[in-house]
């Protein structure tokens, strides 16, 4: 290690700051929000510091610097370009064994600043040892992702508790095991949610049980998460760390293997989609599976693909689970039709195009539907129908009968947001006629409205170049109008 790693306690005391300009703003924020009194030397601020200048901690000296200010200062930055400045600021610093920081000069560093991830307070510090800043921002910026905005107050809420589990808790192991549930359980979620009565209602439980010597292992739950339509990069953070945390998982047909990689890799794998015999398991029987497990003590996570609770059944599954008592969580996903809209680049609403828009299922028994078709069939609206594709050609029949313009452009998005999505485009009269001549498979979305002309101009997306490209040598995989 090129440098000691420490976290130092700067509150109240006087940090010296030298340059006015973007740098020195950072310092200054940085120094004070550590609590520092900032003591700042430069002939002109720049706008940057209005609001740092508000701070009563803040102070400007526009006198010069002298071997007096450093008298009882801890630390000093110096930001400026000026060489003279930075050979005289260095050789006050050194004089009176004040440690400096000189911008963009490691031979005149005492120490360096590292990148900060500020979830206070919680704070991870990151160095590279002046190598190569970027990527210590590159790695903080991974970290982002990683640790919600909430952990802070996950910290906050976890140091409230310190002593008193100490007190409570006397064997060190079971202390252990106790924050570790606690940190990867429901307490955490609720934290994160910002519901902190249910966290204290579940963290005295814990504790109590744990105080007895009774931990609650036999406690599992839930998580009916959404996985969106296919690209595993639209997953929700929640629902990654859901996914990393389960003990079983049930997913369906829609749910792919790039998504299911993600899945903690010692979870049990249970497919619940058509079975060999092109069986479904019934509904009934996944909830029945999702109680059992759940009482087995086990984190079940039930995967679903787009949004549990649009045409996904997340209704009905957890209305079992609440019958019988047994905790869960919903984590909603990107929807199909508006993963597929925006991968295929046609916006949904648009101020010249429509106002509205309207999820429907397009799930007929004997081609014959269940839908409003005088809300579905007006002008300045787009209709997006889930599982339109078998009775495609009876549905858009449908909408021309009831007086749609026949011209009125429509779209059947295939495998949206996936590698290998597909996008025909037609109108109301010929749209089937082309899906027809692709013999390309489910799952599609159907997006009908003059919204879908937008889409030549609009496709700029990965997928859809990598369509066009796909389309010059196999063209008869991909028709546009
Ligand atoms: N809960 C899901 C919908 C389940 S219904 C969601 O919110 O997206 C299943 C229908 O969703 C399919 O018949 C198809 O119409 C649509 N669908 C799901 N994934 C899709 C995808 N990747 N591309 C196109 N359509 C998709």
């Known amino acids: 290690m090129d440098h000691l790693p420490i976290f130092f306690d700067v509150k109240n005391k006087p ?111 990151i160095s590279t040892a002046g190598t190569s ?41 079971l202390r252990r095991r106790f924050w570790e549930q606690v940190m990867d359980g429901a307490v955490f979620d609720h934290v994160l949610k910002g519901h902190e009565k249910d966290a204290v209602e579940e963290m005295n439980l814990e504790l109590a049980a744990y105080a007895e010597g009774t931990p609650r292992h036999g406690a599992g739950e839930v998580y009916l998460v959404g996985a969106g339509p296919g690209d595993p990069d639209l997953l929700t953070f929640r629902a990654l760390r859901l996914m990393q945390r389960a003990d079983i998982v049930l997913y ?32 009934e029987e996944i ?7 759940a009482r087995d003590g086990k984190r079940v996570l039930r995967l679903k693909g787009g949004d549990p609770f649009i ?21 909603p996903g990107v929807t199909a039709a508006s993963g597929c809209a925006s991968y295929a680049g046609i916006p949904l609403t648009h101020r010249e195009h429509a106002q509205a828009c309207i999820f429907v299922t397009g799930h007929g028994k004997d081609g014959r539907f269940d839908l409003d078709w ?35 452009p429509a779209a059947a998005v295939f495998k949206g947001t996936r590698s290998d999505q597909h996008v025909v485009a037609g109108a109301l009269s010929d749209l089937a006629k082309k899906v027809a001549a692709t013999e390309l498979a489910g799952p599609a979305m159907i997006i009908i ?26 063209s008869k995989e991909t028709i546009r109008p």
């Not at 050194?94 to 000189?102: E, K, L, Q, T, Y």
């Not at 909830?287 to 497990?293: G, N, Y």
């Open 15 to 125: 940090i010296i700051i030298v340059g006015g300009e973007t740098l020195g703003a950072r310092r200054t924020d940085m120094a004070l929000r550590a609590g520092a009194n900032v003591l700042l030397f430069a002939d002109e601020l720049s706008d940057e510091f209005d609001k740092l200048k508000l701070d009563e901690k803040f102070e400007h000296a526009t006198e010069p610097l002298s071997a007096e200010h450093f008298k009882d200062a801890v630390l000093a930055y110096s930001t400026s370009e000026d060489e003279a400045v930075i050979e005289h600021v260095h050789g006050l610093a050194r004089a009176a064994s004040v440690p400096i920081n000189v911008a963009d000069n490691p031979a005149l560093c005492d120490f360096i600043t590292p990148s900060i991830l500020d979830r206070a307070p919680l704070v991870v510090g």
């Open 133 to 173: 800043p970027i990527l210590g921002r590159m790695i903080k910026a991974r970290l982002e992702t990683m640790l919600p905005a909430a952990y802070g107050q996950f910290a906050d809420f976890l140091g409230r508790y310190r002593t008193e589990v100490m007190d409570r808790i006397k064997d060190g192991a």
């Open 252 to 283: 369906d047909r829609l749910v792919g293997d790039g998504i299911l990689n993600l899945v903690r890799r010692d979870a049990e794998r249970v497919y619940v989609g058509k079975l060999p015999k092109e069986h479904s398991v019934p509904q």
């Open 287 to 293: 909830s029945e599976w999702l109680v059992k497990h």
């Open 311 to 331: 045409f996904g059944r997340g209704g009905e599954e957890i209305e079992k689970l609440a019958d019988e008592g047994i905790r869960f969580q919903v984590v």
């Open 374 to 408: 005088e809300t579905l069939v007006q002008p300045s609206q787009t209709v997006c129908i889930y599982m339109g594709l078998t009775h495609l050609p009876e549905l858009l029949g449908e909408f021309i009968r009831r007086g749609a313009d026949p011209d009125l």
């Open 449 to 474: 409205g003059t919204v879908v002309s937008l889409r030549d101009k609009l496709n700029w997306y990965r997928p859809e170049k990598r369509e066009r490209t796909i389309a010059k040598t196999h």
